[in-house]
């Protein structure tokens, strides 16, 4: 009876034994897959960043976590004249903490196209190898015909490529987009869509057939009321469409 008793108990603690491994094994293999597998697959395997402009007041760069936004874009300019007043203090502030930088004009239709983008280049005056390319904000008419629109803009978009030697990024939201820039001479500049949505799944058809992302969305702008230790005032977050390492190399491809 004793013997009988002490069998038991030990095919018990094997028991219990092999269901801990197998326990153990299913988390293993869950982690590996968290780990690994699944943001290779992931819509959500994204790198962050936000934009910032003097809405923002002064921003404090050193307390912003670089691990987590690694990047980030500022205003500079807008039309022929105006320069952000926060810009030179977050253009500087971004490089001395190592973050990736880009700077950003407001684009004015009814202006002179030639002069505003004169205008941004004596602002931002070097870009750095490692910083973003130049940035189009293309958002509003300014009361000019869509065909006066896409051909002042693409003055700005050509006069820019060709003095800084990258290729620009164009920023719009989704309407706009569709409804002023379907215009095939658009579609070789990468393209930052303003959607505040949980996932982006409509885009503009010009991209989703030519676009230089893998033919789809290179930026995201995906909500305006961000909250980041550093930014005392709600602010816009961005999604780059994949890894770190494909971040890099989108910035050394946008070199001409």
Known sequence: MLISVVMSNKINKVGWKKRLFFIFGIIFVWYLVELYIKPLSSDEHFVQGFDVSHYQGQIHWPRIDVSQFPFAIAKATGGETYVDPQFYVNWHGMRQNKIIRGAYHFFYAADDPQKQAMKYLSVVKQFMPTDLPPILDIEITDNMSEVA??????????????????????????????????????SRFPLWVAAYQAKLIQLPALWVDEGICQKTWCLWQHSQNGRINGVNAPVDLNHFNGTFPALLKFIKDSHQ
Do not use: C, G, H, M
């Not at 978009?157 to 569709?178: G, H």
């Open 149 to 186: 629109l896409r051909e002042r803009s693409l003055v700005w978009l050509e006069f820019v490529e060709k003095q800084t030697q990258r290729r620009p990024i164009i920023y719009t939201d989704l309407f706009f987009a569709q409804r002023y820039l379907n215009d095939p001479r658009f």
